[in-house]
């Protein structure tokens, strides 16, 4: 079993930034990639970002350039870092973690950008 607990959401307006954590516990070894996914409004659930046990990394076309994904493996944490924030970015923002047998989830965070 793998526990996922996002953190860091908020409202900030246009142009901002925000940082978002994923604490992971439980059987992390098992832990093959983390993704960020979110769920705008209305709308169903968007990749956001990956970043697999290598360290590669990938993300949705609507963010390249402005998010990155990191992880600290002392902390056991992944990183979701938000930069020049647009109001279409207003979403929950959900922690994914995959691994061999099984697809785990976090409860989500509420990041909401003002116009």
């Known amino acids: 079993q793998v526990q996922l607990v996002e953190s860091g959401g908020g409202l900030v307006q246009a142009g901002g930034s925000l940082r978002l954590s994923c604490a992971t516990s439980?059987?992390?070894?098992?832990?093959?990639?983390m993704h960020w996914y979110r769920q705008p409004p209305g709308k169903q659930r968007e990749f956001v970002a990956t970043?697999?046990?290598?360290?590669?990394?990938k993300f949705a076309d609507s963010v390249k350039g402005r998010f990155t994904i990191s992880r600290d493996n002392a902390k056991n944490t992944v990183y979701l870092q938000m930069n020049s924030l647009k109001p279409e970015d207003t979403a929950v923002y959900y922690c994914?973690?995959?691994?061999?047998?099984?697809?785990?989830w976090g409860q989500g965070t509420q990041v909401t950008v003002s116009s």
């Open positions: 439980g059987s992390i070894f098992s832990i093959m990639s």
């Open positions: 994914n973690a995959i691994t061999i047998s099984n697809n785990y």
């Open positions: 970043i697999t046990s290598g360290g590669t990394t």
